[in-house]
Nanobody, 122 residues
């Protein structure tokens, strides 16, 4: 059984910073791409940032220059450093990972964290 647990959300003022973390655990053979998505009330879930196993990154235009995604492969953990936060960043943030798990011949599936609320107040 594979599980993602994300944490680090909270209430912050405009211009503040938060760091989200997401740790994967269970019978993991390999973790491929990892990323963060967010969903604001009444809106669809959107990609915020993603990172490959090799460290290549991709960001939504709205967060470029403010957010930084990173991962620690030894700890099966992905991070999202969020700086210069704006009210429009308010959302529930979900981590995502594509994980090869179990025993041979293994199975590759998408996994999601439970979500962590980020609220930016003005």
């Amino acid at each position: 059984q594979v599980k993602l647990v994300d944490s680090g959300g909270g209430l912050v003022q405009v211009g503040g910073s938060l760091r989200l973390s997401c740790a994967a655990s269970g019978s993991i053979f390999r973790i491929n791409d990892m990323g963060w998505y967010r969903q604001a009330p009444g809106k669809q879930r959107e990609l915020v940032a993603a990172i490959t196993t090799g460290g290549s990154t991709n960001y939504a235009d709205s967060v470029k220059g403010r957010f930084t995604i990173s991962r620690d492969n030894a700890k099966n953990t992905v991070y999202l450093q969020m700086n210069s936060l704006k009210p429009e960043d308010t959302a529930v943030y979900y981590c995502h990972a594509e994980i090869k798990s179990g025993s041979w011949p293994y199975r590759t599936s998408d996994y999601w964290g439970q979500g962590t609320q980020v609220t930016v107040s003005s």
